[in-house]
T-cell receptor, first 111, second 112 residues
Framework: DAKTTQPNSMESNEEEPVHLPCNHSTISGTDYIHWYRQLPSQGPEYVIHGLTSNVNNRMASLAIAEDRKSSTLILHRATLRDAAVYYCILRDTGTASKLTFGTGTRLQVTL | DTAVSQTPKYLVTQMGNDKSIKCEQNLGHDTMYWYKQDSKKFLKIMFSYNNKELIINETVPNRFSPKSPDKAHLNLHINSLELGDSAVYFC???????????FGQGTRLTVV
């Protein structure tokens, strides 16, 4: 599985935008970039995914570099409820495709 | 309605016992998974089933046996429980093998 690298932790003020970076220099052409988050004492939750173009949904935006070797998850206005561990995961489209979780970025949101 | 539900939520048992964790999804998905999250919070896939067929079987002791009676259910049976099996076990499902996964709330297993 291609590897991703994320900062261990980040802090943000409430109501501010948050940019969570992810490096994936060994990404292959068939790898999708997925983001999940895990709130305290809960199961992981899907956030967003993309292949080449930037993506938006009700939760976040995903900005993908032109060479696809990095991406950024953007939370437009962080709230206290966004405090979680955010995982950037590469996932191919094969039959035995799996989500391989790394250590993620722990996002702290303060008032 | 909970999309992916696991029972029980908490399980405390003695070493050597056999226990099962049940998982059900009402999303009509074809693929289901079991993940283990250890005390250091690492999430690792254990098994994946697609249309009731096992497609991923990571390096898991054969004391762990998944059973999928139908596409909506994937149960996990664990024999001869050991202290190191203590963890949170998450069930998940997805429409296909590569699409977004929906996770249950987890089962916290404590072996004493």
């Amino acid at each position: 599985d291609a590897k991703t690298t994320q900062p261990n932790s980040m802090e943000s003020n409430e109501e501010e935008p948050v940019h969570l970076p992810c490096n994936h220099s060994t990404i292959s052409g068939t790898d999708y970039i997925h983001w999940y988050r895990q709130l305290p004492s809960q199961g992981p939750e899907y956030v967003i995914h993309g292949l080449t173009s930037n993506v938006n949904n009700r939760m976040a935006s995903l900005a993908i570099a032109e060479d696809r070797k990095s991406s950024t998850l953007i939370l437009h206005r962080a709230t206290l409820r966004d405090a979680a561990v955010y995982y950037c995961i590469l996932r191919d489209t094969g039959t035995a495709s799996k989500l391989t979780f790394g250590t993620g970025t722990r996002l702290q949101v303060t008032l | 309605d909970t999309a992916v539900s696991q029972t029980p939520k908490y399980l405390v048992t003695q070493m050597g016992n056999d226990k099962s964790i049940k998982c059900e999804q009402n999303l009509g998905h074809d693929t289901m998974y079991w993940y283990k999250q250890d005390s250091k919070k690492f999430l690792k896939i254990m098994f994946s089933y697609n249309n009731k067929e096992l497609i991923i079987n990571e390096t898991v002791p054969n004391r762990f046996s998944p059973k999928s009676p139908d596409k909506a259910h994937l149960n996990l049976h664990i024999n001869s429980l050991e202290l190191g099996d203590s963890a949170v076990y998450f069930c998940a499902s997805s429409k296909a093998t590569h699409t977004e996964a929906f996770f249950g709330q987890g089962t916290r297993l404590t072996v004493v």
